[in-house]
């Protein structure tokens, strides 16, 4: 996976000259050799945290890099057992439906304006938690994944909040709970049409979701399975304020036939039947272990894990200590095998640099162009993930990112096509942020020349790589040692490698 996308990279750098950094990439590509080398103990650790949370902070790094693997494993569970509940900075608007009918054009536009803002700001503290060494990676981390498995487009900022708080208080728990506080979201009820599934009109919308997407898996079910469903989430719904209501009027108490057995089913008993079977343990252990380990699936070792995250009573918690536990994770193949994703590449910039954005605004229009933006899903299969994650404008912008910022320099800003509608404002754009390098200074100015150059890249690039340092000194400044470290952290954040953890 690394050597195609470096060989990938490569080849456009040298056919169409896109690098801000051009000179240093092109010398790099003619004498880097891709290699894999030796699976040291630090190696591991910062794979670890990698894929367990968004990696380490410099003094996160001194701190962590030499513990024993399984202290470091449990002091990630430790961590997140606490899960303080998020509360909204800004009191949502209490309009009733009435009030807000009585609204002029213009009101309603500004209502709305005021909804993205704040969505904005929960987006902007979002990806601060997943920066802040203070907070649980491992929590953020989780929460992140379920908000791609359970993918839904929140309709206002308490809507957001709310199903945010359902993932992160169930992220690593019971599925079971996690799948029926996603059922009696209103969010995903909203966004599935589940308003609109009433005794005599069922709407087979969230039905089909929750067995193709969410649970089962295609192929192990049938259309007649889809409409019971259905029938037994009818009068599943939501007040105003976002709070799951059950409309016992518009529920269906007839006999349902699902999955082979039969009875007076609701939603719940819809959830425990499809549990019941193992492929429902087996289908988000596969998309576990493709998030987590690697996008190549060993579906043996899916199988072993399905195995145990079924006989758990699916707990999650324990699945993901198994994954983390093991040592084929730790494997080189597994390393430095994937693209991170725009909200974990971010995450990780701001742990390492402790960085600063003026406004939220700036984080949600990076999200935009990158193709990923908190809390708006491209549809209800969730982002694809991979190489979709790359492409000639996306590469462009995470190549260089760290220079903007540093720079405080203007970008030519194009979002992804899912965002074209609602962002007229592209062309030339400056993002206000600061950088902090004064923590990895302190880290690594005591060492020598040489052992900076090898410490700060075994820091910043996990996929294996080997580099030139005489090439480096070409594009570094070496008058300080505080100029140094600077100057080679931005060309090691700027290689293709990077973006792989």
Known sequence: MATFFWGRVCKRIKNKRLLLFKPLFCATVQSCKIQIYSMTHQRKIQHLYLRAGFGLSPEEWLEKKDIPLQEAVNQLFEKAKFVPRIESEEAAADLSMQAIRNL?????????????????????????????????????????????????TSKGSRLALAQLNSLR?????????????????????????????????????????????????????SEKDVKEAARAFTGWSSNFRGEFVFRSFQHDYGNKTFLGKSGDFNGEDIIDLLLEKKETARFVTRKIYRYFVNEKIDEDRVVELADLFYNSNYDIGKLM???????WFYEDENVGSKIKSPVEFLAGIERNLKVQFEREESIVLIQKALGQLLFNPPNVAGWPGGKSWIDNSTLMLRLNLVNHLFQIAEFDFRVKPEFEAKEPNQGRKKLNASLDFQELIATFSNENEEDVFEELTSFFIQAPVQLDKQLFDEFTRQDTKENYIKTLTMRLMSLPEYQLC
């Open 169 to 221: 208080r169930h992220a690593l728990g019971n599925f079971r709970e996690l799948a029926l506080a996603i059922a009696k979201d209103a969010s995903m009820i909203r966004f599935l049409n589940n308003q609109q599934n009433r005794k005599r009109q069922p709407n087979e919308n969230f039905a089909r979701e929750l067995m193709e997407l969410f649970t089962i898996g295609r192929g192990n079910y």
């Open 104 to 152: 002029s054009r213009e009101e309603k536009a500004k209502l709305r304006k005021q909804e993205r803002k704040k969505v904005a700001l929960q987006n902007a503290n979002w990806l601060e938690r997943m920066a802040n060494p203070n907070e649980s990676p491992l929590l953020e981390k989780m929460s992140l994944f379920w908000h791609g498995h359970f993918a839904c």
């Open 321 to 327: 200590r198994a994954i983390f536990e093991s040592d």
